[in-house]
């Protein structure tokens, strides 16, 4: 299984401005994905990105508030952008397994004032 | 499309009995399915993974699921239940197409009663 960091765990950011999370993984991959767990609910995904081509995004998420880049095959960031406290979730990234599983990041919480 | 239903949001059990969470799939094609656990504020930890191998699965911590197509269901359960299986486990659902998306079932809270 791949190990996978977060940066940053946790952070408080006021509504209008924006947050950058990173994810580092410690092996090559090809799919990465995004995810938002809000408060008491399951896990929604946000988008895929794969290195060398645009994230693509689900139904209800787009880029200018999302988003992602991937530089390389160890490295992603999604950004949210002009925050509001509905964007208050946990942010999740996740790598493809050897086979269709996902191994996910601790998360970053994020809470919007 | 695909689809997960856990069929309880919570679920209590004295320690040491038996744990039970249900899911049911739906998947046009051939699914695999798995069971996560996220203890709080942890991350998703996997505990299994059925992929049209063996239909009873054997996963971490003494947990085990069983792919019954004929029901369409993969319920978990635990023959005795620990303090420290209290957590929120979820089920997941994928298909083995090139586009290796995921659908989440809404969770299960289960609660362990010393």
């Known amino acids: 299984s791949a190990v996978i960091s977060q940066k940053p765990s946790r952070d408080i950011c006021q509504r209008g401005t924006s947050l950058t999370i990173q994810c580092q993984v410690d092996?090559?991959?090809?799919?990465m994905f995004w995810y938002r767990q809000q408060p008491g609910q399951s896990l929604t995904l946000i988008a895929t990105?794969?290195?060398?081509?645009?994230?693509?995004?689900e139904s209800g998420f787009v880029i200018d508030k999302f988003p992602i880049s991937r530089p390389n095959l160890t490295f992603s960031t999604l950004t949210v952008s002009n925050m509001s406290p509905e964007d208050s979730s946990i942010y999740l990234c996740?790598?493809?397994?050897?086979?269709?599983?996902?191994?996910f990041g601790p998360g970053t919480r994020l809470t919007v004032t | 499309a695909q689809s997960v239903t856990q069929l309880d949001s919570h679920v209590s059990v004295s320690e040491g009995t038996p744990v039970l969470l249900r899911c049911n799939y739906s998947?046009?094609?051939?699914?695999?399915l798995f069971w996560y656990v996220q203890h709080p504020n942890k991350g998703l930890q996997l505990l299994l993974k059925?992929?049209?191998?063996?239909?009873l699965v054997k996963g971490i911590n003494g947990f085990e699921a069983e792919f019954k197509k004929s029901e369409t269901s993969f319920h978990l359960t635990k023959p005795s239940a620990h303090m420290s299986d209290a957590a929120e486990y979820f089920c997941?659902?994928?298909?083995?197409?090139?586009?290796?998306?995921?659908?989440f079932g809404t969770g299960t809270k289960l609660q362990v009663i010393p």
């Open positions: 059925y992929t049209s191998a063996a239909t």
């Open positions: 996740s790598v493809k397994g050897q086979g269709s599983e996902q191994y």
């Open positions: 092996s090559q991959v090809t799919m």
């Open positions: 998947s046009s094609y051939s699914p695999s």
């Open positions: 990105a794969n290195q060398g081509s645009e994230a693509t995004y």
């Open positions: 997941v659902v994928s298909y083995s197409g090139g586009y290796q998306k995921v659908t």
